[in-house]
């Protein structure tokens, strides 16, 4: 009996060390990363540093909300970063009209390359990895026609939009922190997102309990899409400059990367918006580490492969008990 008990116990540690790591890993990679930057990093605690690391990581938390709505109904999206190119288009061919209206057909833009893509999915049946990989390279070619090089500009509303600062904390990481705040309600405490949890959880289930699948599931797309496309408009704010070629490149594997260890499983039925969150903020801090470090860029892609598949590993071995 002795030696049985004993022969259970390493299986139920790893279960356990495993389980943790899902729950609480990122925050503590978060926190180790910043440790490290305050001791090792000169002008780390810089407020000017401070500020550039929550102005950079601000689109990628806020195209990860849409991925994490998306991952949790077992979809996924690949296209967000074309469709921050395309809206960067579509500022600067309607800029004329002014910064509001370009802004809207931007987000319009967003919106209807989301329902595309999720038309096919929840209508023609169409994989989602299938359907968002066509509009990812579809996407940005549209985008590169319509605006074959980096073209700048100067308009008041959108140099207030991607520079300033109400009490000191920029518009870019405000809008980041109110869509959280919104989508954290909306996942938690409204029909809707307990309704996108169903269908990750069991979709067949969802269908026979009379949910409305399809039109749920192309509203996830819809949201994904003008969420991408708002994250493209802050940053050709940003920027001041709309530069579809460059603008959104391998964004899809930052959120992606940021919702799985965050702690939302890609096999769906949850969703963790604030682990989300500080996903993203992992990303960031690990990309400016290994910069302020004069290590290549590409590490950080090498390191949020390797990372992607911890986390994958931890959720398949979740699945197996």
């Known amino acids: 009996m002795a030696e049985a008990v004993a022969g259970t116990r390493p299986g139920t540690d790893r279960a356990r060390v495993l389980a943790w790591a899902r729950e ?38 806020i195209v990860s909300l849409g991925m994490a709505l998306m991952i949790g109904t077992e979809g996924i999206d690949l296209s967000v970063g074309s469709v921050m190119a395309l809206a960067a288009s579509m500022v600067v061919l309607y800029l004329g009209y002014g910064a509001w209206p370009a802004i809207l057909v931007a987000l319009a833009a967003g919106a209807l390359v989301g329902a595309a893509g999720g038309g096919l999915v929840a209508y023609v049946g169409v994989q989602p990895i299938v359907a968002t990989l066509a509009l990812l390279v579809g996407i940005r070619g549209l985008a590169n026609v319509l605006v074959p090089q980096l073209r700048d500009f100067r308009s008041p509303t959108l140099i207030t939009l991607g520079s300033d600062s109400v009490a000191g904390i920029p518009f870019v990481v405000l809008i980041a922190a109110v869509l959280t705040a919104v989508m954290t309600f909306v996942v938690r405490r409204t029909t809707f997102g307990r309704q996108i949890v169903a269908i990750g959880g069991n979709r067949v289930a969802s269908e026979l309990s009379g949910l409305p699948v399809k039109r749920l599931l192309l509203s996830v797309y819809v949201i994904s899409g003008v969420l991408a496309a708002g994250a493209g408009v802050l940053a050709t704010a940003r920027l001041q400059a709309g530069d579809p070629t460059s603008l959104g490149l391998f964004m899809e594997l930052s959120a992606i990367t940021a919702v799985v260890i965050g702690g939302t499983p890609l096999s769906g039925g949850r969703i963790r918006v604030v682990g989300t969150v ?22 950080a892609q090498i390191v949020q492969a390797v990372i992607i598949l911890a986390a994958v590993y931890a959720a398949g071995n979740r699945g197996a008990r």
């Open 24 to 61: 609480y890993g990122v925050y503590v990679s978060v926190l180790a990363l910043l440790l490290f930057n305050v001791a090792f990093t000169p002008n780390f605690l810089d407020a000017a540093n401070f500020r550039t690391q929550l102005v950079q990581v601000a689109p990628i938390v």
């Open 278 to 299: 500080m996903g993203a903020m992992l990303i960031q801090l690990l990309q400016a580490t290994l910069i302020q470090h004069d290590l290549p860029r590409s590490w």
